[in-house]
């Protein structure tokens, strides 16, 4: 085997595979997870799929569900809740930091990533990999590394669930302008600012999400 094919054979390249799918809506909610289907269908080795699914599964992003196998998770509306309470208590308290750690190339690379999520509209697949590109860059400024891996899952999780809401068209205006006024607060170094935009872009993601949610 080269080398090449060894790292796409690796468990963390697999799971990052499926964690771009779950996100971006090629494996959506409910789905159920075939392990020798997707072995064919993404070119890997079962083993580290295998491992990659387990990987998953403790993220909360897979479910194994009793007689019925893996599944991509179904969030409930209280685990939502529950799941956007989480981010109101991790990403404000980052804003200082952030602050401290961001440079003008970083405002930059924001503010063009701001602009082509503007550009997409509803078009909530070619928004799903830039909005979270946009938020964990974001929150990689604080270097937290511990702070970052829990909050990398939970925009995961919530990712398919915003989607709904993005097809709806539903005050996407609002959404750019938060993402705009984030950029700004950077570039002026206010952690206030930042903090107060987090706050309220968390609460009305987490409203408008509910408010689509069949539960």
Request: aromatic share 4%.
């Amino acid at each position: 085997m080269t080398s090449a094919a060894r790292a796409t054979n690796s468990s963390n390249v697999i799971a990052d595979r499926l964690r771009t799918s779950i996100r971006d809506g090629g494996l959506l909610p409910g789905t159920r997870l075939v392990q020798e289907k997707l072995a064919a269908e993404l070119d890997v080795s079962r083993i580290p799929l295998r491992e990659a699914l387990h990987t998953l599964a403790a993220e909360g992003l897979i479910e194994v569900l009793p007689q019925r196998g893996m599944h991509v998770a179904e969030l409930s509306r209280a685990d939502i809740e529950d799941l956007f309470e989480l981010r109101l208590q991790l990403e404000p308290q980052l804003a200082d930091e952030i602050v401290r750690g961001c440079r003008e190339r970083d405002v930059e690379a924001l503010r063009s990533l701001a602009e082509q999520m503007r550009d997409k509209g509803a078009d909530a697949a070619g928004r799903a990999t830039l909005n979270y590109e946009f938020h964990r860059r974001i929150y990689e400024l604080a270097d937290r590394r511990l702070s970052l891996r829990f909050i990398d899952q939970l925009l995961h999780l919530v990712e398919p669930y915003s989607r709904r809401w993005v097809r709806s068209g539903h005050e996407l205006t609002r959404i750019d302008d938060e993402h705009a006024a984030m950029v700004e607060a950077l570039r002026t170094h206010d952690a206030e600012l930042l903090r107060r935009v987090i706050v309220a872009h968390v609460e009305g993601a987490r409203d408008h999400v509910l408010a689509r949610h069949p539960g």
